[in-house]
């Protein structure tokens, strides 16, 4: 009993987490996450450093089972995480790591393939749709003056398209990252969020850890702080990002300007 991938345009999707903890040698890394991620949101994971978002993230892509609670994708049933094969976890879920850098000196069209496997029992015979889905991340990446470059000569922002290539060639409905933006230049900072931002808009959903705040206030629907491995609040940018939350998570005092464009945030001293 699975979730159709064929349904998915018509069928709504969530991911949903309940009373989720997790403690490693004796400390506890997150403690009681309620959350749930559905199709048309790019929800924004924002926090210090070590309050617990790259813990939370691997635990909603299935990459770490050692928690207490659970973690479910919701359609026309509900289904446990833990109970999935990992083939068709990896048929639902992207995942993009912090700092993932490739170590091989495979050709960007070659990294940006592998975004396939899920699918694909052998990469080096393309299907078709292989092919097609290839071709379309490379385009929406700007990356097809590059396709035949080694990985290993490229910068950290063309690097970090390229991965972000890959994780758009499997077309999965979830898509999970881990501060896709910390690498790049504001032009291709913006770049990236944009094309989050439509993947969301396209009937999937995204869930990203972020530190630039003002980013994740202008792209992101919903933001959600966390702060000791515990949600501190939840909700749209100006009612998260609120001086007492910011004083409160990231000790600082801060102006906060609430427009039309969304929120913009001035840090100005701290006060711990």
Not at 16 to 43: C, D, P, R, W, Y
Not at 51 to 69: E, M, N, P, V
Not at 160 to 187: H, K, M, T
Not at 223 to 243: D, K, R, W
């Amino acid at each position: 009993m699975g979730i159709n991938m064929q349904s998915e345009s018509s069928t709504s999707l969530s991911l949903m987490a309940e009373n989720v903890s997790l403690k490693k040698n004796q400390q506890t890394i997150l403690s009681n996450i309620h959350l749930q991620i559905s199709s048309g949101e790019f929800v924004g994971l924002i926090g210090p450093n070590g309050a617990g978002k790259s813990s939370l993230l691997k635990i909603l892509a299935g990459l770490d089972s050692d928690f207490t609670g659970e973690v479910s994708l919701l359609s026309e049933n509900k289904l446990s995480l833990k109970k999935m094969h990992r083939l068709q976890r990896a048929q639902q879920i992207a995942w993009l790591a912090q700092q993932d850098v490739p170590t091989w000196p495979l050709s960007v069209q070659h990294l940006v393939s592998l975004g396939r496997l899920p699918w694909s029992k052998n990469i080096s015979q393309s299907s078709p749709a292989d092919l097609q889905a290839i071709d379309a991340a490379i385009e929406q990446t700007d990356l097809q003056l590059l396709r035949q470059r080694s990985v290993l000569e490229l910068s950290g922002g063309e690097l970090q398209r390229v991965l972000l290539a890959r994780v758009f060639a499997g077309e999965q409905p979830i898509i999970l990252v881990d501060e896709p933006i910390s690498a790049l230049d504001p032009y291709h900072q913006l770049h990236v969020m944009e094309l989050l931002t439509e993947k969301s808009k396209q009937r999937g959903m995204v869930c990203a850890a972020l530190h630039d705040l003002n980013l994740a206030a202008g792209f992101c629907n919903r933001l959600v702080l966390l702060n000791h491995g515990q949600i501190v609040a939840s909700g749209q940018p100006a009612e998260v990002l609120t001086p007492e939350n910011l004083r409160q998570v990231y000790g600082i005092e801060a102006y906060v300007d609430c427009r039309e464009e969304g929120v913009v945030i001035i840090p100005r001293k701290r006060v711990k």
